[in-house]
């Protein structure tokens, strides 16, 4: 046996060692994940994260290695066979939450803008009130963001909206940061049509922009189609693919958003094919992935049928992009996992334009728990905010239950429960990290 990644410091000190009692039997926790690896197997432990390696006499005959089987008993990877393992995570969850530093906010989620320019017949914020940051907020914005972090790096997430339609506000922001000698790095979520060459060096240096995220609905004629952008060129998707071009030479990293859904099923596979011609020289600092876009805003929910219709499609593109090597190989996260997203993140706050401070970037008109200019902080709300959502015996049976921690009023998974389809294909994505982690260690 060898122990590859140990648990962490923090999770090990609320689980200490377990007790060895001779007259129980025992038997593997629900949240290991095995994978083959030549002639051994390594066990990763999506609770603990631990991941350990045996050989595969040792994993088929446990208790003939008593020293092996000791081990693991100690490190809860070996329960006993009453044991709730559920109850566990849930325990471990609650104490982590009540550690976890709550004194400050160093991620900020920030609108420059609620418009945008163009008009995507999906798009959520479409019936949302336009608002535009003016630049007396923008300087209370980074005020407050120097007041909140207490000294800690600033992170900064600039969305919309458009965020590049109030490159003024932007500008005022990250002038006033630097001229307090705030530490700090932003990332945006755009559509990447307003970048040229000059803004994006001007991003770069003074911004501290690392990485942009730009979503592409389909080939030149779809793209098209479906963005309408207001006085645009004759030709967008042709733009915006010399945008990214210039953001990866600028050194600065994109991440392509696929947006999938009943209009582009049968398109996505050839932009796949497109990218990977286009940025073959690129990929260091490319990434793409699919995103099933929601249907919680549409006047009829999709069935069974046309979820898994869609879900299908979705393996497909993701097995075509990592034969590609267009995804980024992430490894595994080393930390337990004691929040959902940024929702339920103590560190992290949405800023509006008008200085409202939520907890959702997709809920902009409700849930507001405070203002920058307001101390006075709307408890009850951040509390509706963290409820965790009822869990199906799927997620109850499910080696990864750690891993996808959903919220009561995340609309990302209204109504959209998990299959076991989705279950094992998530599962397949961890054993694929797994792997790329153990390659990287010979």
Known sequence: MKEICKIPPEIYALLSEQRILNEEKFRFIQFIIVSEVGDSIVL?????????????????????????????????????????????????????????????????????TTDCNARCFYCFERQAQKKIMSNDTAVDVARFMIDKSKG??????????????????????????????????????????????????????????????????GTERVYNRIKNYIHGDSNPFERVIRNIKLLLSAGIKVSIRLNLDEHNKNDLSELIDYLNTEFADNKSLLSVYVFLLYDSRKAKKRNESEIEELTNKLTELEDKIRNYGLNSKKKLRRTFKYYSCLAD????????????????????????????????????NITVWKALSARDEICQTCPLYPECIHLERCPDYDGYSCTEERKMRKIQNVREKILFEIENLK
């Open 44 to 112: 990763f432990n999506s609770l603990t994260r631990q991941m350990v390696l045996l050989d595969k006499d040792e994993y088929n005959n446990l208790t003939k290695y008593r020293e092996t089987y000791e081990f693991l008993i100690k490190n809860w990877i070996l329960v006993p066979e009453e044991f709730n393992d559920v109850k566990l995570y849930e325990q471990i969850y609650n104490l982590y939450s009540l550690i976890m530093p709550q004194n400050y906010i160093n991620n900020f989620i920030v609108f420059p």
């Open 152 to 217: 800690h790096d600033i992170t900064i997430q600039l969305f919309g909206g458009e965020p590049l339609c109030n490159i003024a506000a932007i500008d005022t922001i990250f002038n006033f940061l630097k001229a307090n000698n705030a530490v700090y790095k932003s990332w945006m979520i755009s559509n990447g049509y307003l970048f040229d060459k000059d803004l994006i060096d001007k991003a770069r240096n003074n911004w501290n922009l690392y990485k942009v995220q730009i979503t592409l609905d």
């Open 345 to 380: 993140a103590n560190s992290s706050t949405t800023i509006l334009p008008d200085g409202n401070l939520g907890k959702c970037d997709h809920c902009l008109d409700s849930g507001y728990w405070g203002n920058i200019y307001d101390s006075n902080i709307k408890k009850e």
